[in-house]
């Protein structure tokens, strides 16, 4: 930990660039730009330290400079090692926003330093708030907890290069000072997680009694789940696919692990440019709706010969095998969209001395596997559309940081306990409200007869809790 830096970037002279595309961000984040005219006069984040772990890209930056006209003190790092846009950062680290510590291409060893960084203040002190994407931030403060609690944690030996790199900054971390991360855990107030896998782990956390402060599931809001993970990854996927490789869609087959939100944009995407699309499925209600949406639904084991494309979208783990890549076609590609690395086995890869690599250009890599025929690997299994894109188009992601925003707000002003919660629905509507001018919906107003007819109230909330959209 160095707490003499202000930031670390690429290349503060982007900020110039990041700056104009920043600008022309705010007419695509209606909801940010509302946020700001309603609360910012409000400053309900005043007084308040919050971390950010969220890929670093322009619409984060726009998300970071709403917090900070909230009144929030920010330090921030990347959820994931190649998901930064250096402009972004750059622009951020320049008009000192946040203290930021990203740049596209860490190594994990940098990744954690860039966490550690972010959650931690020059007075030794942590966040109040945190705003994370996936929970790596979430998961450093409690792995620190359970460290101080057991430092026989510290010498044991972990099953990933990720999880052991995580125990030596722990390690260095506790050498220093032996009670940081519980004094900075008692401190947080809460954090709102972002995406479906963090979320996971936050619910993984409170059944187990683990959780030590309170949550907020910002993926499950409607205005989050049933449009970033869907429609944002519609255009990302093939946004990172085409930016990687160039490859024609059409008349390709593309076989889709998981038909989820995540899955679903993936597949009606890759159909959209003419590629005929599988599906791999566990959870037959998923499976079912693939196939009434008219993809055949099949296994990776039928589908590994067959396809040309392959996009994991589960948040599981070693979806893709790596007797599944021995059977793939010469030039297969495979990507990842899901939150880690893990849904494909890279380490059947890595660790096969008969697998031989040879990279085509940053997060475009060729393997030759023991079957004699090349794969391209993309973003080294990572996500694919912030790996080799720039992540979902601002308008969408207006939609999440809106909820982001408001989750912040209700764990600064509200009194919540050690449990994880979900937006109101009021507020869900709230934010979809926000995005209708941008694209000049008109929408129909209940009258109070229809409003007493179907029992609801004439400015909503129109649907109960359990309704699925
Ligand atoms: P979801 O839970 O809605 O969908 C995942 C689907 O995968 C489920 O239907 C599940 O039954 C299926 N599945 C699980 N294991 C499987 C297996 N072994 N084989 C085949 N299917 C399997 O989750 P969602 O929201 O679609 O998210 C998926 C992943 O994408 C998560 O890791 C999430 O964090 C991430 N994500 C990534 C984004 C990006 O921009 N790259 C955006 C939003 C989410």
Same mark, same amino acid.
């Given at each position: 930990?160095?707490?003499?830096?202000?930031?670390?970037?690429?290349?503060?002279?982007?900020? *110039?660039?990041?700056?104009?595309?920043?600008?022309? !961000?705010?007419?695509?984040?209606?909801?940010?730009?509302?946020?700001?005219?309603?609360?910012?006069?409000?400053?309900?984040?005043?007084?308040?330290?919050?971390?950010?772990?969220?890929?670093m &890209?322009?619409?984060t930056?726009?998300? =970071?400079? &709403?917090?900070? =006209?909230?009144?929030?003190?920010i330090?921030?790092?990347?959820?994931?090692?190649?998901?930064?846009?250096?402009?972004?950062?750059? !622009?951020?680290?320049?008009?000192?926003?946040?203290?930021?510590? !990203?740049?596209?291409?860490e190594?994990?060893?940098?990744? +954690?330093?860039?966490?550690?960084?972010?959650?931690?203040?020059?007075?030794?002190?942590?966040?109040?708030?945190?705003? $994370? $994407?996936?929970?790596?931030?979430?998961?450093?403060?409690?792995?620190?907890?359970?460290?101080?609690?057991?430092?026989?944690?510290?010498e044991?030996?972990?099953?990933?290069?990720?999880?052991?790199?995580?125990?030596?900054?722990?390690?260095?971390?506790?050498?220093?000072d032996?009670?940081?991360?519980t004094?900075?855990?008692?401190?947080?107030?809460?954090?709102?997680?972002?995406?479906?896998?963090?979320?996971?782990?936050?619910?993984?956390?409170?059944?187990?009694?683990?959780?030590l402060?309170?949550?907020?599931?910002?993926?499950?809001?409607?205005?989050?789940?049933?449009?970033?993970?869907?429609?944002?990854c519609?255009?990302?996927?093939?946004?990172?696919?085409?930016?990687a490789?160039?490859?024609?869609?059409?008349?390709?087959?593309?076989?889709?692990?998981?038909?989820?939100?995540?899955?679903?944009?993936?597949?009606?995407?890759?159909?959209?440019?003419?590629?005929r699309?599988?599906?791999?499925?566990?959870?037959?209600?998923?499976?079912?709706?693939?196939?009434?949406?008219?993809?055949e639904?099949?296994?990776?084991?039928?589908?590994?010969?067959?396809?040309?494309?392959?996009?994991?979208? &589960?948040?599981?783990?070693?979806?893709?095998?790596?007797?599944?890549?021995?059977?793939m076609?010469?030039?297969?590609?495979?990507?990842?969209?899901?939150?880690?690395?893990?849904?494909?086995?890279?380490?059947?890869?890595?660790?096969?001395?008969?697998?031989?690599?040879?990279?085509?250009?940053?997060?475009?890599?060729? +393997?030759?596997l023991?079957?004699?025929?090349?794969?391209?690997?993309? !973003?080294?299994?990572?996500?694919?559309?912030?790996?080799?894109?720039?992540?979902?188009?601002?308008?969408?992601?207006?939609?999440?940081?809106?909820?982001?925003?408001?989750?912040?707000?209700?764990?600064?002003?509200? *009194?919540?306990?050690?449990?994880?919660?979900?937006?109101?629905?009021?507020?869900?509507?709230?934010?979809?409200?926000?995005?209708?001018?941008?694209?000049?919906?008109?929408?129909?107003?209940?009258n109070?007869?229809?409003?007493?007819?179907?029992?609801?109230?004439?400015?909503?909330?129109?649907?109960?809790d359990?309704?699925?959209?």
């Amino acid at each position: 930990y160095d707490a003499s830096l202000s930031y670390k970037v690429a290349d503060i002279e982007l900020a *110039d660039f990041g700056d104009k595309e920043m600008q022309l !961000a705010e007419n695509e984040m209606p909801g940010l730009m509302a946020v700001r005219e309603k609360y910012g006069p409000k400053q309900p984040l005043k007084g308040l330290r919050v971390t950010g772990s969220l890929h670093m &890209t322009i619409q984060t930056a726009m998300l =970071i400079d &709403t917090l900070k =006209i909230l009144g929030a003190d920010i330090r921030w790092a990347s959820c994931n090692i190649f998901s930064t846009q250096d402009h972004a950062a750059a !622009a951020i680290a320049r008009k000192g926003s946040a203290a930021v510590f !990203a740049w596209k291409g860490e190594n994990l060893e940098e990744y +954690w330093w860039c966490t550690e960084q972010a959650l931690v203040w020059p007075d030794g002190s942590g966040p109040h708030l945190i705003v $994370d $994407d996936g929970g790596d931030a979430t998961l450093f403060v409690h792995q620190g907890v359970a460290v101080e609690k057991d430092p026989s944690l510290l010498e044991k030996a972990y099953d990933s290069a990720d999880e052991q790199l995580l125990m030596a900054r722990l390690k260095s971390s506790f050498e220093n000072d032996s009670g940081r991360w519980t004094r900075i855990a008692e401190s947080v107030k809460g954090v709102s997680e972002e995406t479906t896998t963090g979320v996971h782990r936050l619910y993984h956390l409170s059944q187990k009694g683990e959780l030590l402060f309170p949550a907020f599931n910002v993926n499950d809001s409607v205005t989050k789940s049933k449009f970033d993970n869907l429609y944002g990854c519609r255009e990302s996927l093939a946004d990172g696919i085409k930016r990687a490789t160039d490859i024609m869609m059409a008349g390709k087959i593309v076989v889709v692990c998981g038909y989820g939100d995540v899955g679903k944009g993936c597949a009606h995407s890759m159909r959209g440019y003419g590629a005929r699309v599988l599906v791999t499925e566990v959870d037959p209600i998923c499976a079912l709706q693939a196939a009434m949406e008219g993809f055949e639904v099949t296994t990776m084991e039928d589908a590994a010969s067959v396809g040309d494309v392959f996009v994991t979208a &589960t948040g599981c783990y070693k979806v893709i095998t790596g007797a599944h890549m021995e059977q793939m076609k010469n030039e297969a590609i495979v990507c990842n969209i899901g939150h880690f690395d893990n849904e494909i086995a890279m380490d059947y890869l890595d660790n096969n001395p008969k697998c031989k690599k040879t990279a085509i250009k940053p997060q475009v890599d060729m +393997w030759t596997l023991e079957s004699g025929r090349t794969i391209i690997v993309l !973003a080294e299994g990572r996500l694919v559309n912030l790996g080799c894109a720039t992540g979902h188009p601002s308008f969408v992601m207006s939609n999440s940081f809106t909820n982001q925003c408001l989750a912040q707000i209700e764990l600064a002003t509200g *009194d919540y306990k050690t449990d994880v919660y979900t937006l109101p629905k009021k507020l869900d509507e709230e934010v979809a409200r926000l995005h209708l001018a941008r694209l000049g919906v008109k929408l129909s107003k209940l009258n109070q007869v229809q409003a007493d007819y179907l029992g609801v109230p004439v400015d909503g909330p129109f649907k109960p809790d359990h309704y699925r959209y």
